[in-house]
């Protein structure tokens, strides 16, 4: 796919569809971009946009008085991360996830996953959603199956629910579910360095196998370990609406 991919990014000089190019500056997906478009609120060159006309180089687009500036296509992928692989962006380490992927255009990680941990990383080259998913005020959720060495219990569901002493401080009071006699699921709304192997050898278990299924409507689903896809433009729609608001 290696042409392909990179014909696909690179740098946009040829004129793009207004919904396209909105889509692109990381304002909405393409679909909200549409209903922007027939609000009336999209202006190209001051006049007001139209459905399916086409933006050239040059041309000033606003919302509102808001000029939106197409830097570049906007990519936003959901990863299966495998045990092993590195979230890091330093290229000396061989099994960084940015080595692994090796996507054709920059981007980066929304959140890490530990070398340890699997599932579900969001890696994207739009800095404002990055902050927006991350900014742990914004209390965005991500969710987790766990698999432990003991019995869940109880009692260590309600502990890990109300809040753990780690790291001089008290977790935040989570949701945690039974799902199996040694697995549980927990949604956690904050991202402390290895926050819930730290949780758990707090209150004497040990973590086996901890996955990351969800983030915010986002969801791992039957993606391969190893394979990433793009986020659909109905997940999109959906995030954009969950982070609106959100501190940068």
Do not use: W
């Amino acid at each position: 796919m290696g042409n392909q991919i990179q014909k696909e990014f690179q740098q946009k000089t040829e004129p793009v569809r207004l919904n396209k190019y909105l889509s692109e500056a990381g304002v909405c997906s393409r679909r909200e971009a549409d209903r922007l478009i027939a609000s009336g609120r999209v202006t190209v060159d001051g006049r007001p946009g139209e459905t399916g006309m086409k933006v050239c180089p040059g041309q000033k687009v606003c919302i509102g008085k808001k000029v939106v500036s197409r830097q570049e296509e906007m990519v936003l992928l959901a990863v299966n991360k495998p045990v092993g692989i590195v979230c890091t962006e330093e290229r000396r380490e061989r099994n960084s996830i940015i080595r692994y992927l090796d996507y054709p255009v920059r981007i980066t990680y929304i959140g890490r996953l530990d070398k340890d941990s699997r599932g579900l990383l969001l890696m994207t080259n739009n800095g404002d959603i990055i902050n927006q998913i991350m900014r742990s005020a914004n209390r965005h959720e991500k969710e987790y199956k766990v698999t432990v060495d003991r019995e869940v219990t109880r009692d260590f569901l309600n502990r890990m629910a109300a809040g753990v002493p780690i790291l001089d401080t008290v977790t935040r009071p989570c949701q945690v579910q039974k799902i199996g006699k040694y697995t549980f699921s927990i949604i956690l709304t904050q991202g402390m360095n290895r926050q819930i192997r730290r949780m758990c050898e707090a209150l004497g278990y040990q973590v086996k196998d901890l996955v990351r299924t969800r983030i915010l409507n986002i969801r791992l689903g039957n993606l391969k370990e190893g394979e990433y896809r793009q986020v659909t433009d109905e997940e999109l729609n959906e995030l954009y609406e969950n982070i609106r608001g959100s501190s940068k």
